[in-house]
């Protein structure tokens, strides 16, 4: 398992610095992640496109899905540092590239665009997640867990509230050159910040590459264990591939669906993940999955309500923080058990399988959520998503308890 590099008994100071790089790289993470999934959706909808184009955007979550092909690079060439600084400073001229299309809403440059940020960002997932289990045991890991999962969202606050109350209020081009000047921002930062950590010993080898992917696939119960990381999301991701077209439908413009699900929405995430992750540090992770993914998949029905009844402002900043929060405790407990099924020397690529195993579903059930949707209408479509999410419930529940390790 990973070196106990900065243990939670660590003095302040080094306890304070861990603290500050685990929000910074997971901000790092969430914001180019917020411009592919959320201000993506945004610019679309902005634009006027479908519903069918608005959930295809989910398709870019092919770049996570594939990312395990690609992880054991990170693992064995140069360190993770290296990788983080470098590949910030390339998202940030490739996120600036965004202003061209943004100027006459050019749909199609834009696209190809987004496909390259979502590429560059899914390599830069495996940098950080690699850094973070590289440089913390599994304690520490579960207890800083609430914290990076915080600092993400609040990367999701940045993206899909300011950036597109930014957009909005002012232009396009405003919100994506804003975007690439604090990705710029954070490739300085953390060029001083980040303490380095020694890079693999292992030479990029068939057989090594072979062997991190094998190590990952002899873990306990692994049947189980990707049938619940395929599944745990799938519900949840298709409802919230169709968050933002209900929103407009609703009646709301793009300051106001930034303010709603970035801001509202996004805090409530924040506070969500914050808990979660106290509770899971406090009482373990196998006592607490099944009551966190059953808030998850019945936070979804409070959507279908919304659609139906087309609440007041009240109403739908109260659904979307209710949904929110129960995506925090979610997000937290999966974070865990994936870093809990990572070991020895492959730990950035391990981690990488199952993040990627887990956006699958979600880009197939997103991409297909615009066709649903535009069939059925929004309320019907989110009893559907509610149904989807049951066998991710029910494996919660049946998950043996020696598949857990705390």
């Known amino acids: 398992m990973s070196s106990p590099a900065v243990p939670?008994?660590?003095?302040?100071?080094?306890?304070?610095?861990t603290a500050s790089w685990a929000l910074s790289t997971?901000?790092?993470?969430?914001?180019?992640?917020?411009?592919?999934?959320?201000?993506?959706?945004?610019?679309?909808?902005?634009?006027?496109?479908?519903?069918?184009?608005?959930?295809l955007t989910s398709l870019y979550g092919l770049a996570w899905n594939l990312k395990f092909l690609w992880s054991p690079l990170v693992d064995v060439i140069s360190s993770k540092k290296i990788w983080i600084v470098g590949i910030e400073l390339l998202l940030a001229l490739a996120v600036a590239a965004l202003a061209w299309p943004a100027q006459s809403f050019d749909l199609g440059l834009a696209a190809k665009v987004f496909l390259v940020i979502a590429f560059i960002a899914a390599t830069h997932d495996i940098a950080i997640d690699g850094y973070y289990i590289q440089s913390l045991n599994d304690a520490d890991q579960a207890?800083?867990?609430?914290?990076?999962?915080?600092?993400?969202?609040?990367?999701?606050?940045?993206?899909?509230?300011?950036?597109?109350?930014?957009?909005?209020?002012?232009s396009w081009v405003a919100c994506f050159l804003a975007a690439a000047g604090i990705l710029a921002f954070l490739a300085v930062l953390h060029h001083l910040l980040l303490p380095p950590v020694a890079a693999s010993q292992d030479t990029l080898r068939a057989a090594v590459v072979k062997e991190a992917f094998l190590s990952y696939l002899r873990q306990p119960h692994i049947w189980m264990v990707l049938a619940f990381i395929l599944l745990f999301r799938a519900g949840?991701?298709?409802?919230?591939?169709m968050a933002t077209p209900l929103l407009k439908y609703l009646g709301y413009d793009?300051?106001?669906r930034g303010f709603l699900s970035g801001t509202v929405g996004t805090l409530a995430g924040i506070g969500g993940a914050l808990l979660g992750g106290a509770i899971i540090s406090r009482y373990g992770l196998r006592r607490c999955f099944f009551p966190f993914a059953l808030i998850q998949s019945l936070a979804i029905p409070?959507?279908?309500?919304?659609?139906?009844?087309?609440p007041g402002l009240l109403g739908v900043a109260a659904v979307v923080a209710f949904e929110q929060v129960a995506a925090g405790f979610g997000t937290a407990a999966l974070m865990v058990f994936l870093m809990q099924r990572c070991s020895g020397n492959?730990?950035?690529?391990?981690?990488?399988?199952?993040?990627?195993?887990m956006s699958v579903a979600a880009t197939i059930a997103g991409s297909l959520s615009g066709f649903v949707a535009a069939g059925v209408g929004f309320t019907?479509?989110?009893?559907?998503?509610?149904?989807?999410?049951?066998?991710?419930?029910?494996?919660?529940?049946l998950m043996p308890a020696r598949v857990h390790h705390g």
């Not at 939670?8 to 610095?17: F, G």
């Not at 959320?38 to 496109?49: E, H």
């Not at 949840?236 to 591939?241: G, P, R």
Request: hydrophobic share 60%; charged share 5%; no cysteine.
């Open 254 to 256: 793009t300051a106001a």
């Open 380 to 397: 019907v479509f989110f009893w559907i998503a509610f149904v989807i999410s049951w066998p991710g419930v029910l494996l919660a529940w």
């Open 302 to 310: 409070a959507y279908a309500w919304m659609a139906y009844a087309k």
């Open 346 to 357: 492959f730990q950035a690529t391990h981690f990488a399988i199952g993040s990627a195993l």
């Open 143 to 170: 207890a800083y867990s609430g914290l990076r999962v915080a600092a993400y969202r609040v990367a999701l606050l940045v993206g899909n509230g300011a950036l597109v109350v930014l957009a909005g209020m002012v």
């Open 8 to 17: 939670v008994t660590a003095s302040p100071p080094r306890r304070a610095r």
């Open 26 to 55: 997971y901000f790092a993470q969430g914001l180019p992640y917020s411009i592919v999934h959320q201000i993506s959706a945004q610019f679309f909808t902005a634009a006027g496109a479908s519903l069918q184009a608005i959930g």
């Open 236 to 241: 949840d991701a298709m409802m919230f591939a």
